[in-house]
Each structure stands twice: as structure tokens, then as C-alpha cells.
């Protein structure tokens, strides 16, 4: 059974047409990532929520923002995609706590195309 | 420098043999480490936690050495269904991933 489910597998969106991708986690971890991953490159974090409390990586563009309204779902907005934010959006989720450090679970990804 | 370095390869082997990769982080405070694999167009999943004793699971082999700053795993026998991308990870801070660029393997008949 799938714990951590993104949605869209697959977005094709205009370029600056604004898009959300949607993650949800039936694991009830605390912790929610969001990574984008171009080709051959490493998954590069975008910004985590350690419960509700948001943290932004310092080079992440003001073009992504992100909203959490609960435990379980998690969005990636795109403000105004431009051809470079085409890539590979990574979901993740983890469990942090006193004495506790889960590795974190990702999702299937959605791959977006901008045209 | 970057917080986690690995070589890309390609690795190319043959059935059977058996093939190292290495990383090396910045951070002499990081705590977590782990493996990942990573398919092609598919999400990382976890391979395993790698323990200051070093742990092994199977044909699978993963050492640390903090006084380094280097993670190593080690696969045994190798199988035309292990070519993959290994990724290594280690935590920034106590719990946030951070990942390396991943070493590709290809394992040939």
C-alpha cells in the first residue's frame, strides 16, 4: 500500500501558468519535504515542514511556495513556471522526535513538463 | 564544497562481481546516514541505515567512518537487477536529508 501518494504522476503545464502538486501521507510523520530532482543531479530540498512550522531553503526561488493544512497533505505551489523549474518533484515524509530519527519516504514523484 | 560528494561512475561490472562505492560528507556533526537506490524515472527508496559498526543486509555491505567523514557500501555477487543509481544521504542538522548526486551502476550479463 502506497504511504506517501503524489498527484499528479505527470503535470505538462504552460510556462507561467500557475500549478499545485499535491502529497499526502498515510504515515503520520511529522516531517514533510519537498525536493526537485533534474536529471543526473541529486534531489535538492525546496523547504520541510517540522509540524506545521515551514522552513525554507535559502536558494529556493520565491517562485515555489508551499502550504500544509494538516498532518497528512502537503502542496507545492508554482507560481510562474518558467522551462528551468521542469524537473522531478519529490515528496518526502519522516518521523523526528526525542530519541527517534526514521529515515525519511518518498513518494513516486510527478514529473513536470513545462511547455 | 559540497555537503555530500560522490563519484557518478558509471560503474560497469559483470554478474558476480563484486563493487564498492564511497561518499564523503562535510558536516563532522551529522548524525544519520543512509543508501538509497534510485531507478530510472522512479522515486529513491531506502536500502539501508548505515551504523557507526558498520551493518550488512544480505550481499549488501555499509560501513561509516566518522573520523573520515566517509560512507561506504559494499554489494557482493552482483545481480543484473542491482544496476541502479546509489545515492548516499546524510542528515543535515538531526533529521533533514541531504543527498548526494548518486552513483550509477550497471550490472551486465
Known amino acids: 500500500d502506497a504511504m506517501v501518494i503524489q498527484n499528479p504522476r505527470y503535470q505538462v503545464t504552460q510556462f507561467g501558468k500557475p500549478v499545485t502538486l499535491s502529497c499526502s501521507q498515510t504515515?503520520?510523520?511529522?516531517?514533510m519535504y519537498w525536493y526537485q530532482q533534474k536529471s543526473s543531479q541529486a534531489p535538492k530540498l525546496l523547504f520541510h515542514y517540522y509540524d506545521k512550522d515551514f522552513n525554507n531553503e535559502a536558494d529556493t526561488p520565491d517562485n515555489f511556495q508551499s502550504r500544509r493544512p494538516n498532518t497528512s497533505f502537503c502542496f507545492l505551489d508554482i507560481r510562474s513556471p518558467g522551462l528551468g523549474d521542469a524537473a522531478m518533484y519529490l515528496c518526502?515524509?519522516?518521523?523526528?522526535?526525542?530519541?527517534?530519527?526514521?529515515?525519511?519516504?518518498f513518494g513516486q514523484g510527478t514529473r513536470l513538463t513545462v511547455v | 564544497r559540497k555537503e555530500v560528494e560522490q563519484d557518478p561512475g558509471p560503474f560497469n561490472v559483470p554478474e558476480g562481481a563484486t563493487v564498492a562505492f564511497n561518499c564523503t560528507y562535510s558536516?563532522?556533526?551529522?548524525?544519520?546516514f543512509f543508501w538509497y537506490r534510485q531507478d530510472c524515472r522512479k522515486e529513491p527508496k531506502l536500502l539501508m541505515s548505515?551504523?557507526?559498526s558498520g551493518n550488512e543486509d544480505g550481499r549488501f555491505t555499509a560501513q561509516l567512518n566518522r573520523a573520515s567523514q566517509y560512507i561506504s557500501l559494499l554489494i557482493r555477487d552482483s545481480k543484473l537487477s542491482d544496476s541502479a543509481t546509489y545515492l548516499c544521504v546524510v542528515n543535515r542538522g538531526s533529521y533533514i536529508p541531504t543527498f548526494g548526486r548518486g552513483t550509477s551502476l550497471i550490472v551486465h550479463p
Open positions: 548505515v551504523y557507526s
Open positions: 558536516n563532522s556533526a551529522s548524525q544519520s
Open positions: 504515515l503520520n510523520h511529522n516531517v
Open positions: 518526502a515524509t519522516s518521523r523526528v522526535g526525542l530519541g527517534m530519527n526514521t529515515e525519511a519516504f
